[in-house]
């Protein structure tokens, strides 16, 4: 035990919660010693048991308080304090926005080392429950009980979700049905450490018009009495149009594997953001939460201004939907994206919905950029939507060599945006707001869109 360490393990102390973590946790200070305490909020004078003591920081569970923020409310989910999939819920939903534009400030403030960049007011989602389009739950035999639902927080341990309420309701509908179809046909499920068993995974995917698409995913090529299971499945949820089996035999933690075949019905199912249309494949992506996908996509539009004439380059198109809404705005759009599968859902995007100014190009961006500099292709605005851990230094040289008048960064990691937009900084390129988007209430995660912008001379 380190001695400069102020607080024990099993100890007990009073604190007063200062302000929220960027999961959503109380941070407090003992001594000055940072301890992080899940489920407490800003203002509250709490008494706290530590258990966990690291270095640099302790965890601690509440005991009691003395008082209560305004901001608590009672949860929705009766088994809350237990799941994994949502650690906000015990906040008002205007204090969750508050707390995720706060989050977004302190990463550029804090990581960045950045001044005077206005971030906006958190755009609300118009429901902030049952808005997850996709479900991808692990089922689990525990004791001869089978389970399927949400993992327990910082484990494996599933627990038994009956209605999962940020999940379309629909979803929740083939959740309950499974676990009736498991347990009536006796479908062997799958054992993670022992990888004996069959079924892992339920997934369901649901349209805005509640048209949806079932896929189980399998340790195994044979799925015991498929039939009867889709049969079942289809007459307790008829709005279920496909149901396919994907086959994930590799004992590891990823949910999909590469091949996937049709058990009964279509091969994929159409769901809408604005006027596009999109095929959604078991394996495609496509945002979580379609009404706010497109006002996030709106507000991409609307940062990069666009007049008919220009040129844009999205650097991670992925399957292509913000480079196509786009498309029809201005004069070229290339999309760039290293998953060769990806582009190939992006190109059949683009035709399906007769958009014929957008090219997509398999590749690093990293590379691609300079190619097409040296091609004489210049852009005139460029998109960025990369994954968590953010761009390269050498993809945000490559957007800055080009010279473009605008960058759009949209991010799911404020952390990583912030450093992204340091370097941007040092290289020419200040942003010059943010809008934060709630794609995902009840959770600590935003979504954030940043107009960046040459430096004057």
């Known amino acids: 035990m380190n001695k400069n360490v102020p607080v ?25 010693f940072t301890v992080f305490v899940e489920g407490a909020l800003p203002g509250e004078a709490i008494k706290a048991e530590v258990t966990t003591v690291k270095k640099n920081y302790a965890a601690a569970k509440v005991l009691d308080w003395n008082n209560t923020s305004s901001d608590r409310v009672e949860p929705k989910c009766p088994i809350y304090d ?20 706060r989050q977004v400030i302190d990463a550029i403030v804090h990581i960045g080392g950045l001044k005077d960049i206005f971030v906006e007011k958190t755009i609300a989602a118009k429901n902030p429950w049952n ?39 629909v979803n929740n509908k083939i959740m309950q049905a499974m676990h009736e179809a498991i347990n009536k046909y006796h479908v062997p499920v799958y054992d ?3 990888h004996k068993g069959i079924l892992r995974h339920v997934v369901g995917r649901v349209t805005l018009k509640g048209e949806a698409m079932v896929t189980l995913v399998t340790a195994k090529n044979d799925l015991p009495r498929a039939k009867e299971i889709g049969l079942f499945l289809r007459k307790k949820v008829p709005s279920v149009i496909s149901i396919q089996q994907n086959i994930q035999t590799y004992h590891n933690n990823v949910i999909m594997g590469r091949e996937t075949k049709v058990l009964w019905g279509k091969q994929t199912i159409m769901d ?22 497109e006002i996030l996509y709106d507000k991409v539009r609307e940062f990069i201004s666009l007049t008919g004439n220009e040129t844009v380059i999205d650097a991670y198109c992925g399957t292509g939907t913000i480079a196509l809404y786009l498309a029809r705005h201005a004069r070229k759009v290339y999309g ?14 683009a035709r399906d919905n007769n958009i014929k100014n957008a090219e997509f190009i398999v590749g690093d961006a990293t590379k691609i950029i300079p190619r097409l500099y040296k091609e004489g292709i210049r852009a005139d605005a460029v998109v960025v939507d990369p994954p968590r851990a953010g761009c390269t230094v050498e993809v945000l040289q490559a957007f800055a ?11 799911c990691n404020p952390a990583t945006l912030a450093r992204d937009m340091a370097i941007l900084d040092k290289i020419g390129y200040k942003a010059e707001k943010v809008q934060p988007v709630d794609m995902f209430p ?13 430096k004057m001379l």
């Open 192 to 194: 993670e450490d022992s």
């Open 442 to 454: 009840q959770t600590s995660h935003v979504e954030t869109v940043s107009l960046i912008l040459p």
């Open 82 to 101: 237990k799941c994994g999939g949502c650690n906000l819920q015990h906040i008002s939903y205007e204090a969750q926005l508050d707390f995720k534009r």
């Open 272 to 293: 809408k953001i604005g006027t596009l249309e999109f095929h959604i494949s078991p394996r495609s992506f496509f945002q979580v939460n379609t009404e706010q996908a």
């Open 336 to 349: 760039i994206e290293i998953v060769s599968p990806a582009i190939s859902d992006a190109k059949k995007n």
């Open 131 to 169: 808005y997850r389009n996709k479900m991808q739950f692990p089922v689990g035999n525990k004791n001869g009980i089978i389970e399927i639902g949400c993992f327990a927080r910082g484990t494996h341990d599933i627990i038994t979700t009956d209605e999962c309420f940020i999940q379309d309701e």
């Open 8 to 32: 024990k393990k099993g100890q007990k102390y009073d604190m007063v919660i200062e302000r929220l973590g960027s999961n959503g946790e109380g941070i407090a200070h003992v001594s000055g």
């Open 401 to 411: 060599a080009m010279k473009p008048g605008r960058i759009v960064y949209v991010s």
